[in-house]
Structure formats: C-alpha cells, structure tokens
C-alpha cells in the first residue's frame, strides 16, 4: 500500500518547455487535487477532482490543466512554463466526504529558469 | 475570499513546555477543522481533527475549537525536539469539501 505517488520528484524547465507531473493513488479514494506550495504562501489549491471523470477550478489554475485518467490518476499539465511557475508541486486524495483527511504525495520540486 | 490566518513564527518553546499555536477563519460557516504537521522537505500529515466547540484530546495533542470567535488552536504539551515542524491549520469549506489553508506556523523545541 504505497498511498499516494508522484512523479517526478524534481525537474528543472527552461522558460515555455511543458511537462507533466503524474499522480496515482491505491487507496480508493474518490477525490483528488493538485496543490502549489510557496514561501510563506501555505498550500494553494490549482485544480481538483471530486470524482472520476470531473475535474474543477482551483484558487490558481492559470498555466495549468489535467486530466483524470481514471479513479486511481490525476496528472497536472503545464503547456509553457514561466518562471512563476516555480514551487512544489504536491498531489492529495481523500474518500470526498465531509471531515475526510486528504493524504499527500511526496511532491514535486520545480525550478523553471 | 475565505481566508485562514496563522502567525507565521517561529514560535521556540523550550523542550518539555507546552506549545500553542493558533489559528482564525473568515468564513463563519466553515464546520471542521483540521492540523497538519509538515517536516522540512516533507509533504503534510495530519494531526487531527475537530468540528464541535470545545476540546478534543489525542496524546499530547489538544485541539480546540471556539466557532463564535473563529478560531482554532493546537496545544502540545511535554514538546519534544522531535515537535519541531511546521503546523498548517485548514479549513474545510462546507459547500465542496475543499480545505483552505493557513500559511503555517514553524515551531521550533529547543533542549
């Protein structure tokens, strides 16, 4: 039972590469989210799945989109990354319900130069 | 915008003394609450949890809950070296389920 995985765990861009951060979670879990994590700025939501087959909005999706592949994947696109882009990147999962602790990733430490 | 307050810190407690560390809320309608501990370079863990005014106990760890004054705080007493982290505070919003989250407070034990 290994939780919640991501993938890569560090990745250096250069300014308008893209990449794709992969996320798998073998908990059953129905919801999922992809999270940025700044200096003094706490977790800021940039999209999430409520449940397989929707996806929503977060506080900052600009620059990004995903995709949820199937109950177990949420992966987290950037089609041309700017140096704002800059963070860790952390994906979570929890059954969706009302008092539900969202488990998290590892995360993913990104540089774009 | 709903939002979620914390001081920043650091908060340093000598070993052995009891931490507090606090949290408040904008949104009066927010029903449960929740601590995370986040290790340097680490993702975050959750402490625990609490959705009915007053206090809820788990070890050395106390949460408490004053839904009139919205805020939430976390008592650590008999602080370990091992306590030093950083303490997210979340706030679930009752429309969706989705958290939002303070800026952490970084709390450092001294020996």
């Known amino acids: 039972n290994a939780g919640v995985t991501q993938t890569p765990k560090f990745q250096v861009l250069k300014t308008g590469q893209s990449m794709t951060l992969q996320c798998a979670q073998d908990m059953n879990h129905n919801s999922m989210y992809w999270y940025r994590q700044d200096p003094g700025m706490g977790l800021r939501l940039i999209y999430y799945s409520a449940s397989e087959g929707t996806t929503d909005k977060g506080e900052v999706p600009n620059g990004y989109n995903v995709s949820r592949l199937n109950k177990r994947e949420f992966s987290l696109r950037l089609e041309s990354a700017a140096p704002s882009q800059t963070s860790v990147y952390f994906c979570?999962?929890?059954?969706?319900?009302?008092?539900?602790?969202?488990?998290f990733g590892p995360g993913t430490r990104l540089t774009v130069l | 915008q709903k939002e979620v307050e914390q001081n920043s810190g650091p908060l340093s407690v000598p070993e052995g003394a009891i931490a507090s560390l606090n949290c408040t809320y904008s949104?009066?309608?927010?029903?449960?609450f929740f601590w995370y501990r986040q290790y340097s370079g680490k993702s975050p863990e959750l402490i625990m949890f609490i959705y009915s005014n007053g206090d809820k106990e788990d070890g050395r760890f106390t949460a408490q809950l004053n839904k009139a004054s919205q805020y939430v705080s976390l008592l650590i007493r008999d602080s370990q070296p091992s306590d030093s982290a950083t303490y997210l505070c979340a706030v679930e919003m009752d429309s969706n389920y989705q958290l939002i989250w303070g800026a952490g407070t970084k709390l450092i034990i001294k020996p």
């Open positions: 949104d009066r309608g927010s029903q449960s």
């Open positions: 979570a999962s929890s059954e969706g319900s009302q008092n539900n602790e969202q488990f």
